[in-house]
């Protein structure tokens, strides 16, 4: 199931990451966090998706994820709707996901420092 990418150049294997996002609501959150995680240096890893999985959000949270996934296509809104609670939307994500390692943030934090836990994360598991 999980998956990784030899990059050729230095004869290394990188791990893929994705990232699962179960968000209501988060019009005042959503833009920062997607930019928060697309800003990170990637160094030791290659971020493969970012699943927004919309739980029936009315305030314009679906909006603002298409507009931002137009531009960076490894950006995936999931929605139908629904109120299914969070727990249904996090098993969503794990449905979907490809990578060797998926990682499920809430969709009201933002990831301040470029250099962030997600390389120490790639480091230890491969």
Do not use: H
């Not at 290394?12 to 997607?34: Q, R, W, Y």
Request: charged share 25%; net charge positive; aromatic share 8%.
């Amino acid at each position: 199931m999980g998956s990784c990418r030899n990059n050729q150049t230095m004869n290394k294997i990188i791990p893929t990451i994705s990232i699962g996002i179960p968000v209501f609501n988060e019009k005042e959150n959503i833009e920062n966090l997607l930019y928060s995680i697309l800003k990170q240096s990637k160094k030791n890893y290659l971020l493969e998706k970012v699943y927004v999985v919309s739980d029936g959000s009315t305030d314009g949270t679906d909006k603002i994820v298409e507009k931002i996934a137009i531009k960076f296509p490894q950006i995936q809104l999931i929605k139908d709707g629904k109120r299914n609670g969070k727990v249904e939307r996090v098993k969503e994500i794990f449905k979907k996901n490809s990578s060797g390692i998926i990682l499920i943030l809430d969709g009201d934090m933002i990831l301040g420092n470029k250099e962030c836990w997600f390389c120490e994360i790639s480091q230890l598991c491969f």
